[in-house]
């Protein structure tokens, strides 16, 4: 299995920009596709971005596509989500998460890291 870690939340002002990483430990990294999610008070957990597991292969939610870019590291062991042109329904709490079969959807993911918190003010 793998353990994940992100790093990076803050408080921002709409229009910031942000890089989240997720740190990653256990079993080989490329064995996993990653995904972020985020998840907002009041709402349910949502697919925000994925990829590969070589990195080749990328996905986005519309709301947050060409405003974000995930990439990965394989020989760090480390996913990120750069964040530009950041809005207040942006504001949630953050999670990397990894799968060995692939998908966008929450149940496709076996492994999360404790999330990071992301506050953007208007």
């Known amino acids: 299995q793998v353990q994940l870690v992100e790093s990076g939340g803050g408080l921002l002002q709409a229009g910031d920009s942000l890089r989240l990483s997720c740190a990653a430990s256990g079993r080989t990294f490329s064995t996993y596709s990653m995904g972020w999610f985020r998840h907002a008070p009041g709402k349910e957990r949502e697919f925000v971005a994925r990829i590969s597991r070589s990195g080749i292969s990328t996905a986005y939610a519309n709301s947050v596509k060409e405003r974000f870019t995930i990439s990965r590291n394989n020989a760090k062991d480390m996913v990120y989500l750069q964040m530009n042109s950041l809005k207040p329904d942006d504001t949630a709490a953050y999670y990397c998460?990894?799968?060995?079969?692939?998908?966008?959807?929450?149940?496709?993911?076996?492994?999360w890291g404790q999330g990071t918190q992301v506050t953007v003010s208007s």
């Open positions: 998460a990894a799968t060995e079969r692939g998908g966008a959807g929450v149940f496709d993911y076996d492994y």
